[in-house]
């Protein structure tokens, strides 16, 4: 059994782990390579004793399926792209600090094969040139 405040404290534990806030919810953000504060779980389900982290759709289909007690799609868009709860009364320590940590992974990996934003200077030069010709 976990509590909200374990949560925020194995959260906390992961490298460059940062508790914020999001739509009035503590939320727990990493630095990333690209130098953003990406959201990789939050407490925005703590009132109803869950916790969310965010996984691939094949790591929510394994974690529910191994412990349907204690993890379960969040409802709608957000659970149709990996969004999880995490039930906190059913979690063991070490299990919810594997999803962490996997949710913490998966935010840095999807940041580093993100491409690179264009710069507007480059492009309006280009719009520019297009035009001219």
Excluded at 19 to 24: A, F, L, Q, V
Excluded at 81 to 96: P, Q
Excluded at 108 to 129: C, E, F, G, N
Aim: net charge positive; with cysteine; hydrophobic share 40%.
């Amino acid at each position: 059994m976990a509590t909200a405040n374990d949560f925020r404290r194995l959260a906390l534990s992961l490298p460059n782990a940062i508790e914020s806030s999001h739509m009035n919810h503590p939320d727990f953000r990493v630095l990333c390579p690209d130098n953003k504060l990406r959201i990789f779980c939050t407490l925005s389900g703590e009132a109803l004793g869950r916790g969310v982290v965010n996984l691939t759709l094949e790591q929510q289909a394994a974690f529910c399926e191994e412990l349907p007690q204690v993890f379960e799609p969040v409802q709608g868009g957000w659970g149709r792209m990996g969004m999880s709860y995490v039930y906190l009364e059913a979690v063991a320590e070490d299990t919810l600090l594997g999803a962490l940590t996997t949710a913490h992974r998966n935010v840095l990996a999807k940041s580093m094969t993100k491409p690179a934003a264009k710069s507007v200077a480059k492009k309006t030069t280009r719009t520019k040139a297009k035009m001219k010709s």
